[in-house]
Each structure stands twice: as structure tokens, then as C-alpha cells.
């Protein structure tokens, strides 16, 4: 048996998949592996917006580079934000020594639940780019170890609604660990992780409770805020510290709790600066810096306890899908966004195996 596939690390040896170098998605499927046929990879955030500035918005160039590291890496594990994402396929083998060999059978679809940094991965065509939703539709073939959650597509929610809770379903559930009756919450991010959290937390923060989020995006304030989900939307990019302390003294002080769902780096300073002494930063982003998270803390004489969003929660797939069907005008932003997302085609040539 080997749970966590140390089996597939060609480099360095000794490490586990996700700190290695370079995976091998070739080997023969081992008896507690699972074996996927792709369809498409949800990018995380941090790390679809650093390639997409590298590609000067070339959807095309997007690919290309993902195509390179993979073919790279053996795996989506983006050399400079660290992240990779997650993804959407069927079934192809089930190991008879699986956890799931008797719940899965070739064909059902599936959402993987674990990094695509640790998931080694062979890409054979890039299909299309979505960049508002960081989907890349592809062809491929995935490993999942043993010790990888995953989750199956619902079938009453849309496929692309349901991808891109699933990308995200740690936020609403780890942010609820922290959630209390009465508390003043702030949310710097209004994007679908935002979002989730901001669903969670009117349903935990009760009638006495504050919930505002932070955004650059007026379009994604608008969003969230028409759909009840905050009392307050602060206009403000959150990588100018200054000009975030002073938006949240206009609104009346410092937060209890505040999540940092922001896709982009150099946030941290604005997460500690809202925040009380005494209270709570959960920084839910791998554009997180945690070394300047701490030293900035520091820096700043702030008393607050910094978490670490770890992206799996015992239950959070079903918790955030259902959190999704309960709450109307959060599926339907969601939908919205999903929805609207322009795909950029590319023409079909082979995105060359990795190994």
C-alpha cells in the first residue's frame, strides 16, 4: 500500500508528492490508486492570475504554460505562487485496494478535493481557457492516491456552479469553526470564496452580528451585497494598507473575525490591520504570504490569533453544496458568475504528454 504515492516522486527522492519537484503520472495504477480521465482543472486563484499577468491576458499563452509545467512537473504545481487547483473528471480504474472501489465505478464523474500540486497529472489537449472562472477545459489523465478526498458532480446543481464550489469548499466550512453569535466579520475577497464564507457566516453570526466584505471590484461588491449576503461593502484594494485601515475606521472599527479570501499577493498587512486586538485572521489564499502574515503581526503590535486555511474540513463538500441549495441568492450569483464566463477556444494542437 502507499497511501500518500510516494511511489510516483522522481524528484526529490524521499519527499512527498506535493513538495517534489517532478511526479510520474505513467507508472501502472497501483491496487489503491484511482485513475482519471480529465475534462477540466479548476486553477486556484493565486496562481491563475500570476500566469494569466505573465501572459499578458493571452489566453492562448495561459495554456501554453500550463502545458509546460505539467509536461515539466508531472503535475499543476505553478513554480511561483507554490498552487496548483483541483479538477473535474470520470472515472477510468478503480485499484481494488481503493477506499472507494466499491463506490466508484468507470464513467461516474467525479471532483477531486485534493491539491493538483500532489496530483500527478498527463495532459494531452487543451481545450479551451475560461479565465473569470479559472477553468481550463482539457484532455488528460490524473492519479488520485488513496488519501485524496473527492466528491461526486450533484446532479441538481449545474456542472459549473457545482465546480466551482467544490474548488473552493474549505472556506465555508473552516470559516464556521470561527463564527460566532454577534461578532463583526470581515471579508477582504468578494470572489466565490468570499462569497461562501459571507453565506456561512449570516447564517452563524445571528441577527446581532456585522458582516462586511472588502473588494477592489465594485462589480463584485454589487454581487454580493445585492444578494443580502453583507451589511457593508468596502471599495478598497486590499494590497494598499493605508487606504484599508482608513476604510475600516469609517466603518466603525476593527472586525472580530476577518477571512482573507484575496486572490492576489501583498494583502496581509490589510487582514492584520482590520482586525482587534484579540481577534481572528483566517487566511484562506495561497497568495498568503505567512512570513509576512507573522512578521507583520509583529510589526504592528497586533494580538490576533492567524489561521492557516487548510482547504479540507471533515464534511466540507456537502456542507458547502448544501449551503448553496439553501441559500437562493448565493446559488444564484454563483450561477451567475459561472455562467457568464466567456470561453476562450484554442485551436486544437497537443499539449504533448508529460512524464
Known sequence: MDPYG????????????????????????????????????AVDAASFRQLEQAARGDPARVAAEIARIVRARGKLHNPVTGSGGML?????????????????????????????????????RILAVH??????????????????????VPADL?????????????????????????????VIGAGKSGALVLARARELVGAGGFLAAADRSRDALDGV???????????????????????VEDAGGPFDLVVSCASLPGTELSALLAVRDGGTVLFFSMATSFTAAALGA??????????????????????????????????DLLARRAAATPAAPLAPAPARAGS
Do not use: K, M
Open 6 to 41: 510516494l511511489r510516483r516522486v522522481v524528484s526529490p527522492r524521499g519527499a512527498l508528492p506535493q513538495r517534489a519537484d517532478v511526479l510520474d503520472p505513467a507508472l501502472p495504477l497501483g491496487e489503491d490508486e484511482l485513475a482519471l480521465d480529465v475534462e477540466a482543472l
Open 88 to 124: 473535474l473528471g470520470r472515472v477510468a480504474e478503480v485499484g481494488p485496494r481503493h477506499p472507494a472501489a466499491s463506490a466508484l465505478r468507470p464513467g461516474d464523474r467525479i471532483a477531486t478535493l485534493v491539491s493538483l500540486t500532489l496530483t500527478p497529472l498527463r495532459l494531452d
Open 131 to 152: 479565465p473569470e472562472t479559472e477553468r481550463v477545459d482539457c484532455v488528460g489523465r490524473a492519479i488520485l492516491f488513496a488519501s485524496g478526498p473527492w466528491a461526486r
Open 158 to 186: 449545474p456542472e459549473a456552479l457545482a465546480l466551482s464550489v467544490l474548488d473552493v469548499c474549505g472556506a465555508p466550512a473552516l470559516a464556521g469553526r470561527l463564527l460566532r453569535p454577534g461578532q463583526r466579520v470581515l
Open 225 to 247: 451585497r445585492d444578494a443580502g449576503l453583507c451589511e457593508l461593502a468596502l471599495e478598497v484594494d486590499a494590497a494598499d494598507a493605508v487606504a484599508t485601515l482608513r476604510a
Open 298 to 331: 509583529e510589526g504592528i503590535a497586533r494580538d490576533a490569533l492567524l489561521v492557516v486555511g487548510n482547504g479540507y474540513v471533515p464534511g466540507h463538500a456537502e456542507l458547502a453544496l448544501d449551503l448553496v441549495r439553501r441559500t437562493p441568492a448565493l446559488r
